[in-house]
């Protein structure tokens, strides 16, 4: 699987930024997917995940009520819609599949295909 990461950008505080992950293969409705970020000098953590059906999501406390996972498996894309942004949320942002789980899981290993990162940056 490879995965595609896009949408990122510079908003202001308050603002809204849509990121989206496009996959190859055809087995992507079978992954958990998840998105991850890293700001700089931090380590990555768990932002969102969905599983398979995209009935059943997971947050981070930090994103929960302004950040929402969504995934269209005709299209193999997974999104993320990002509202209510905060300086906070500047990182680098990456989408995850993770091929082997049955739950949602939120550590970075967990996950078995990376995407490269978009760089969302939230100004003051």
């Known amino acids: 699987v490879q995965l595609q990461a896009s949408g990122g950008g510079l908003v202001q505080a308050g603002g809204s930024l849509r990121l989206s992950c496009a996959a190859s293969?055809?087995?992507?409705?079978?992954?958990?997917m998840g998105w991850f970020r890293q700001a700089p000098g931090k380590e990555r953590e768990f932002v969102a995940g969905i599983n398979w059906s995209g009935g059943i999501t997971l947050y981070s406390d930090s994103v929960k009520g302004r950040f929402t996972i969504s995934r269209d498996n005709r299209r193999n894309t997974v999104a993320l819609q990002m509202n209510s942004l905060k300086p906070e949320d500047t990182a680098v942002y990456y989408c995850?599949?993770?091929?082997?789980?049955?739950?949602?899981?939120?550590?970075?290993?967990?996950?078995?295909?990376w995407g490269k990162g978009t760089q969302v940056t939230v100004s003051s």
């Open positions: 995850a599949a993770d091929r082997r789980s049955r739950g949602i899981l939120d550590g970075a290993r967990d996950y078995d295909y």
């Open positions: 293969g055809r087995t992507f409705s079978s992954y958990i």
